[in-house]
């Protein structure tokens, strides 16, 4: 059989100039030159090093496996370099994301969220990476339910031999730390009404049914539970394989036309539509937003990535597919701008705002305290 392949992301924020708004170039050059070592030490096989927003996110791949001790430590040894010269420089909220104190053997809990897939590479293997900034997890739940639920959206479901064998979704529970895995078509219905509270589930992963192993992974990793209180949101990533019997990248990309509405944005606190951009355009600016997500292709070529940069570029250099770059998607930005702004009209008030429960882990309880030895008994 052959090696399997492991294509892992591991993403952080920690630290932005001005804001929460977008990573100092030199802490991304820092990352860059520690992934190369990597590669020079035989961790790696090659990298991808980019943003989105405030996230600096890792792009890795290796012959390790999942959950890898020495790619972890890898990605946190970066995220903590980066954080040192965001710390010199002191940028705001430098080290965010680096929860624990030290790295303790894998990076799943210490605050920098990670989306992992091993497989056998196909012949021709297209990769995309999601990436998306000032929203939670679950904000993948329903395009990638359209992806691989809906024949309306995904007409592969239909008249593609493999992708109509279904698939399996792995669903988490993020409050509870519980998982399911469920199959569709069979059991659309029951998958969605788990799904459709966004607070609570979110899908992990996607298996193809046909035999192709992983098609999907998010990162699910609650930032805000982690520390129990509110460290910002947790920004995530979703990495899929596309074409020949999993959806193909314009299935994949056809459900961010619409304008959809996502947990996050100002102070995670917020709904606020997502907009589709290029890294270059991911910077938040309208009310810490609106939530973007940004979308790189690359192609898998015996455990290395492939863009668009010239054959036999050295690790670490590449220029991917930026699928959310073009003018045909000014019509979601415009529609998000549009809805975001309605949603800002209701200030502070639901269902501008997240419901009480979700507000949980911001800023609010502490004002609540004060409030509620105030409150008297009506009679
Ligand atoms: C949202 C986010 C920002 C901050 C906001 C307040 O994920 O990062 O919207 O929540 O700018 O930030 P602090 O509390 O650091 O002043
Ligand atoms: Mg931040
Ligand atoms: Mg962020």
Redesign the pocket.
Known sequence: MAQKVTVSVIKA?VGSVC??TRPHPDMMAKCDEMLKEGVMQGILEDYYVTRVG?DINLFMTHYKGENNKDVHKLAWDAFYEAAQLARKMHL??AGQDLLADSFSGNIKGAGPGSAEMEFEERKSEPIMFFMA??TEPSAYSLPLSKIFLDPFTTTGLVIDARAKKGFDVEIHDVMDHKKVIMSAPEETLSILSLLGDTSRYAIKRVFSRAGLGTAAVVSTDKLNLTAGK?V??D?PVCVVRAQSGMPSVGEYLQPFMNTMLVA??????HYGAFYPCSPEDST?TY???PPRVCCLGFQLVDGHLQGLEPMGSAPGVHVPVDYFKGAEWDYVRNNAVKASKFMRTHGSFMPAVLGPEEMEY??RPEVLKELTKRMENLD
Do not use: A, C, E, I
């Open positions: 924020d804001g929460h405030d705001y909220g900034d000032k509110y910002g949101k920004d996050g944005w100002m102070r995670g606190s938040p009310f810490d937003g911001t800023s």
